[in-house]
């Protein structure tokens, strides 16, 4: 029988505030994956290690302190690095655990895996490893990322990315799909259905829009750009014109396309349709109303565009949407 080589993972144990959650479950799922194979009377597959700068890291919040079992200059080659998601702000999160950015740089060229969970793909970042890459992160965060990295190419929509072997993921539990995706790669497809279902994960999801709330950014510093954006959002329940908003601030449709999506990273029209559908989903979530009310209340008419445009921005359709977010709805 065939046998899968031993994979050595390194979960940096960053200084700061980092998710205690994120290393603890993979920690504890990693190694049960060992014990369920080794039940089966087959060998395990991880090597699993807490790698740190010092002998015990304290949590900057003063709840918690985790103790690495071995120093990042133990390691002289891994097969994956895992990067949870660092809480605190961004300078301070890289000055704090700068050191460990060249030591991952240097592994990657040596053919050793990264992942990022959440907002460790911040640190990631920081690398230079994801420059061209697609890159997921906690939603709320994703414009942040943008901005700051904008060689970057932030998904915002997707729970995980999988690219030359950087691995990335969405926001807070979303590490745990990617878990599962890294379990299959390294163990197999079984191993990963075993996890799945000892821990209650939901396998194969690929998507976090339906959990997006979507918030237009506005600390952009462009006036007339934040005055489109109002008027949008005052406005979702009306059909509106690109050409009509340019008028009304007295600007070319051309300079006002080129300015909006400089500040938002959305185009107008990509703006009206998130505000319209993200106006859809309170009503879907609070109301009886029926889809076809939900739909002209936010300007549209023809019910398969709308049921397309919902799908393609929330991951599900608005009849889904509602029977999943609303108890009291009527099917």
Request: with cysteine; charged share 25%.
């Amino acid at each position: 029988m065939y046998t899968i080589p031993m994979k050595h993972i390194s979960i940096l144990i960053p200084c700061g505030h980092t998710s205690v959650v994120n290393i603890g479950a993979t920690h504890q799922i990693l190694n049960m994956v060992n014990e369920m194979l080794e039940n089966m009377k087959r060998p395990p597959v991880f090597d699993v290690h807490l790698v740190g700068l010092e002998k015990e890291v304290k949590q900057t919040t003063g709840f918690f302190s985790i103790s690495p079992d071995c120093l990042m200059d133990d390691i002289e080659k891994t097969d994956l690095i895992i990067i949870p998601a660092i809480h605190d702000p961004l300078d301070v999160a890289v000055e704090r655990n700068q050191t460990f950015i060249p030591w991952i740089v240097d592994q990657y060229k040596n053919g050793t895996e990264v992942a990022s969970f959440c907002v460790g793909a911040f640190l990631l970042a920081h690398t230079g490893l994801l420059k061209g890459k697609q890159c997921a992160t906690h939603w709320m965060h994703a414009n942040n990322l943008r901005n700051l990295f904008p060689e970057v190419e932030v998904v915002d929509e997707k729970i995980m990315t999988e690219e030359d072997g950087i691995y990335t993921s969405g926001g807070a539990y979303a590490f745990l799909n990617l878990l599962l995706h890294l379990i299959e790669k390294y163990a197999g497809r079984e191993s990963a259905v075993m996890a799945s279902k000892a821990f209650s994960i939901d396998i194969d999801r690929d998507s976090q829009s339906a959990f997006i709330i979507f918030e237009g950014q506005k600390d952009h510093g462009d006036e007339q750009v934040r005055q489109a954006q109002e008027y949008i959002e005052e406005h979702y329940e009306e059909t509106i014109r690109v050409d009509d908003i340019a008028d009304r601030l007295a600007v070319s449709r051309r300079t006002l396309e080129r300015r909006f999506k400089k500040a938002t990273s959305n185009t107008v029209t990509e703006y009206m349709q998130r505000v319209k559908v993200e106006a859809a989903k309170k009503s879907l979530e609070t109301t009886r109303k029926n889809i076809n009310e939900v739909m002209y209340d936010v300007g549209y008419s023809d019910p398969k565009s709308f049921r397309d445009l919902f799908k393609r921005i929330a991951g599900m359709t608005p009849l889904d949407y509602r029977n999943k977010y609303n108890t009291e709805a009527f099917v």
